[in-house]
């Protein structure tokens, strides 16, 4: 995966979960913390494995900032209040 494969993802996953201003500001948030430690001599493989799954991440995204509710394939739900 590369790193814009990644923030792709994080994109489409957070679309309609949480506000579009709060889904900017994330992923600004990655592609700076990437770009970052890339520039400390990380490759960019290695920081986006320890980055993980680009949907877990927004699935914690939206927990911790209070996006809508909404519901998994397998029934699991997240979000909302």
């Given at each position: 995966m590369t790193k814009q494969e990644f923030l792709d993802g994080l994109r489409r996953t957070l679309h309609g979960k949480i506000s579009p201003g709060q889904v900017v500001e994330n992923l600004q948030f990655y592609?700076?913390?990437?770009?970052?430690?890339?520039?400390k001599g990380a490759s960019e493989s290695e920081v986006l494995a320890g980055l993980g799954d680009p949907r877990l991440l927004a699935r914690t995204?939206?927990?911790?900032?209070g996006g809508q509710s909404a519901e998994y394939?397998?029934?699991s739900r997240y979000g909302g209040q």
């Open positions: 592609e700076d913390y990437i770009n970052t430690e890339i520039r995204i939206v927990e911790t900032q394939a397998d029934g």
